[in-house]
C-alpha cells in the first residue's frame, strides 16, 4: 500500500517532544505527518505515566531555566483549554545543605531570570512542612509559580490540538529507515530507498509508504533500535521504577497547597503531593539499569520496593506504614551527559534526530518543539550541545 500524499514534514514518535513540534509546525501551516507505533504518551513511552515536574532551578545551567519559563507559559495556555487542568500550580521544593553549590547557583540564576521563589532556612521549613523529616537539611528553595503536569493526558490533547491545526496523525511502526545493507540489522526488511543523500518515504511494518521532505524521528528511548550504527551507543534508555503511597484517610497534609512537589538531590530523589487523588508519588533519580523499551519488565522489583519503604518511612514518619497503591516502571532516554539531543543525520540530509530527554525533558516540550520548527524552517541558530558531536559513548550525568 502506499499513502498518496506527500507531506512537508513527518515526526516519528508522538511522545511530548514528538507532539509538540507537530503542534508548532501545524501552526505554521505545514502538512505534517505524525505517527507513533503505540500512541501518544502510552504505557511503554518515557512520556508516559500520570505526572511530571515542571520547574525552572537548573543549578547554574541558564539555558534550561529559560526553556523551562517558555515552556510554561506554553502548557498553562494548553492547560487553559482543558477540564481538568494538565497544569497543577504546586510549587516546587528543593532541599538540602545551604553549603551545597547548587542551591547558591539556583538563587542566582532564578534572580536574574526573575523567576519567584523563597528562600527558606531550617526552622522556616519545619514549621511550614512538618511531613518531612529535616534533620539533615537545613536550607529550601520554593519556586512558587512550578509545580507539576498531568502528563499521559497533557501530550494526547497536545496531539488533538496539532490535528485539530491540521496535522494528520497515524498509528503506525516504522522499520529501520536505513537500507539492510548501512545498518547493524541485516534481517529486517529494507524499508525505503535513498535518493542522492536524502529520504524519499519511510515504510512500516504494514508495508505503507509514506513521502516527506523532511523527516524528525522522535522516538525516545526507540533512537538507539531504529539508528544503530548511529545512536545506538549513544543513547542509553535506562529501568526507573516509581510508587504512589495512599495517604492517610481524610488527611489533607498529603495534598496541595499543603505539600509542594520536591526534590532532594542530594538524595536523588523527588515526589509529588496527592494530586487527582492518585496517592503520594515518590521515585529516585539515580540511573537503572539499562533496558530495551519493548521488552523491559513494567513490575517494579521487591528489592525496589523494599527501599523506598524504608526512605518514605525515614523521610515522611506520618507515611511510615503507608500501603503502596500503585507502581510504574518506565524509562529514561538518556544521553552521555543529560544534554539533549538535536541534530541531522550524518549521511542523509533531510533527516534530523530530535531526543536525549535524559528523565529531565517533559516540561520543555513546548521549548523543543519552537526550537526545532525554527531549524527546520527559519535556519536558526543551533545549540551545540544538542550536537550529535558532543553526545559520548560513555555516560557522565552533568544535568538534573
Not at 538563587?107 to 521563589?117: G, H, K, N, Q, S
Request: glycine fraction near 10%.
Amino acid at each position: 500500500m502506499t499513502n498518496a500524499k506527500t507531506y512537508d514534514i513527518a515526526v516519528i514518535g508522538a511522545g511530548v517532544f514528538g507532539a509538540w513540534i507537530a503542534l508548532h509546525l501545524a501552526r505554521r501551516e505545514q502538512r505534517v505527518l505524525l505517527l507513533d507505533a503505540y500512541g501518544p504518551a502510552n504505557s511503554r513511552a518515557s512520556s508516559g505515566g500520570e505526572s511530571r515536574i515542571i520547574r525552572m532551578g537548573y543549578g547554574a545551567d541558564e539555558l534550561y531555566t529559560r526553556w523551562a519559563m517558555r515552556s510554561l507559559v506554553q502548557w498553562k495556555e494548553l492547560s487553559a483549554s482543558t477540564s481538568p487542568p494538565l497544569f497543577h500550580q504546586t510549587g516546587v521544593l528543593w532541599l538540602g545543605k545551604d553549603t551545597d553549590k547548587t542551591p547558591r547557583d539556583t538563587r542566582a540564576i532564578l534572580t536574574r531570570c526573575e523567576v519567584p521563589f523563597e528562600s527558606l532556612n531550617r526552622s522556616e521549613l519545619e514549621k511550614k512542612y512538618p511531613q518531612f523529616a529535616m534533620h539533615d537539611i537545613d536550607a529550601g528553595i520554593l519556586e512558587t509559580n512550578s509545580g507539576a503536569l498531568m502528563a499521559r493526558r497533557a501530550v494526547a490533547i497536545a496531539v488533538g490540538q496539532a490535528v485539530k491545526d491540521g496535522a494528520d496523525y497515524r498509528l503506525a511502526h516504522v522499520v529501520e529507515p536505513l537500507p539492510a545493507s548501512q545498518n547493524s540489522a541485516p534481517c529486517h526488511p529494507a524499508p525505503l530507498t535513498t535518493q542522492g543523500g536524502r529520504l524519499a518515504a519511510l515504510t512500516t511494518s504494514a508495508g505503507e509508504q509514506m513521502s516527506a521532505g523532511q523527516f524528525v524521528f522522535a522516538c525516545g528511548a526507540w533512537l538507539g533500535n531504529l539508528f544503530p550504527d548511529i545512536l545506538g551507543s549513544r543513547i542509553f534508555p535506562t529501568r526507573q521504577e516509581v510508587f504512589f503511597f495512599g495517604v492517610p484517610p481524610g488527611d489533607r497534609q498529603f495534598a496541595p497547597p499543603s505539600l509542594p512537589t520536591w526534590l532532594i538531590q542530594g538524595d536523588e530523589v523527588y515526589g509529588m503531593p496527592d494530586l487527582e487523588s492518585r496517592g503520594f508519588k515518590i521515585a529516585l533519580d539515580h540511573h537503572g539499569q539499562r533496558v530495551d523499551p519493548d521488552t523491559q519488565s513494567r513490575v517494579v522489583s521487591p528489592e525496589s520496593a523494599r527501599r523506598i519503604r524504608e526512605y518514605v518511612a525515614q523521610r515522611f514518619p506520618a507515611l511510615r506504614n503507608a500501603p503502596i497503591v500503585e507502581t510504574r516502571v518506565c524509562q529514561y532516554e538518556n544521553t552521555s551527559n543529560g544534554d539533549f539531543l538535536f541534530d541531522r543525520h550524518p549521511q542523509l540530509q533531510n533527516v534530523w534526530f530530535a531526543g536525549g530527554g535524559s528523565g529531565h525533558g517533559f516540561k520543555h516540550g513546548p521549548a523543543m518543539g519552537e526550537y526545532v520548527v525554527k531549524q527546520l524552517l527559519d535556519g536558526g541558530p543551533a545549540e551545540p550541545r544538542f550536537s550529535l558531536a558532543t553526545k559520548a559513548t560513555e555516560q557522565n550525568r552533568a544535568v538534573y
